[in-house]
């Protein structure tokens, strides 16, 4: 399987596309997903209301390519983390930690996932299809002592959804994001020792996203089922 993030040309109508799409996170970070206006969008981007048709049918469709933006956001943030041969646990790991980094650090990343009304669906099928992978690799290299890797991924991926809930209620502080990380790698099956390895890792992460977020501001990158 191969997933590919395009960097957008910087033609004008790639430019309008995310005016409208940074105007959207602007009132998203004041009001919810249902009160959002197409009005509103478009005075905010200082453009004539008809130019919204030209780009989406409604707000939903707008939503929705928001929340593909979302994801290919999160897939880039994690390209940096990968540049060996490491294993799916190591992979596990160092997404998962990145992944809590960013909700934790980045409140209107968090926001947008759990405040504002965008389905949870929309949002988690890249980090949900990772995990698939990993598991079901290391579960086939006996990595993972796990039964069965698609009920596993679906256990681990509500669990991680939960935590990063947590940490951007504040109900978790930061310095549980390892801690975390440990305990969902014994769950996989690794030996505790190992999971706390793995999961405090000394490694410098990727710079977290820019907000707002912009297709413009995404760069080239393949990712593979190695490195998705």
Known sequence: MVRKIK???????????????ISAQALLMEHSAAGLGLRQITTHAGLVHATFYNYYLDISALLA??????????????AGLFEGSEG??????????????????????????????????????????????DIAEGAGRGIFRVADPNLAASAIAGAIFGIALDLHRSILP????????????THLGLEPAEAERLAHEPIEFPPLPEMPMRWLALPAVAFTGADL
């Open 174 to 185: 930061h310095a549980k994001i390892d801690a975390a990380t440990a305990l969902l790698l």
């Open 65 to 78: 390519d928001l929340a593909e933006l979302l994801g290919a956001t999160h897939a880039v943030a994690m």
């Open 7 to 21: 960097s957008r040309q910087a033609t004008k109508r790639a430019r309008t596309r995310d005016r409208l799409l």
């Open 88 to 133: 799916p646990a190591v992979r596990f790991a160092r997404i998962t930690r990145q992944t809590l980094r960013i909700v934790a650090l980045q409140t209107e990343i968090g926001r947008l996932m759990f405040d504002v009304g965008i389905p949870a669906d929309r949002l988690s099928t890249e980090l949900r299809l990772r995990l698939q992978l």
